[in-house]
Nanobody, 127 residues
Framework: QVQLVESGGGLVQAGGSLRLSCAAE????????MGWFRQAPGKEREFVAA????????YYADSVKGRFTISRDNAKNVVYLQMNNLKPEDTAVYYC????????????????????WGQGTQVTVSS
């Protein structure tokens, strides 16, 4: 059974850091792109960052560029999202997702392209 299991969320003050983890289980994701999305109360789910598992290419939303870093550990089958200089507007439920990798990149930010989703982990940033 394919599972994506997020962890690492919590409460942090503005300016602080958190590292989210996404453990990928049940299949190999070497031919997939792994993404992080988030959903704040009353808002639509939005793209945060993504990484091509095989080659390591990364993609970021403008709102997190320079503050967040996505990475993966091939040996552990885990994807990370290091979040630095957190802001109250980063407060949301963060979801890990997986989509089949394609040679082009336009689709990476579209929710509908992702086949597998985790259950989400809450990140709360206080001001």
């Amino acid at each position: 059974q394919v599972q994506l299991v997020e962890s690492g969320g919590g409460l942090v003050q503005a300016g602080g850091s958190l590292r989210l983890s996404c453990a990928a289980e049940g299949r190999t994701f070497s031919s997939y792109i792994m993404g992080w999305f988030r959903q704040a109360p009353g808002k639509e789910r939005e793209f945060v960052a993504a990484i091509r598992w095989r080659v390591g290419s990364t993609y970021y939303a403008d709102s997190v560029k320079g503050r967040f870093t996505i990475s993966r550990d091939n040996a552990k089958n885990v994807v990370y999202l290091q979040m630095n200089n957190l802001k109250p507007e980063d407060t949301a439920v963060y979801y890990c997702a997986a989509a089949p990798a394609k040679y082009y990149s336009d689709y990476i930010r579209r929710l509908g392209e992702y086949d597998y989703w985790g259950q989400g982990t809450q990140v709360t940033v206080s001001s």
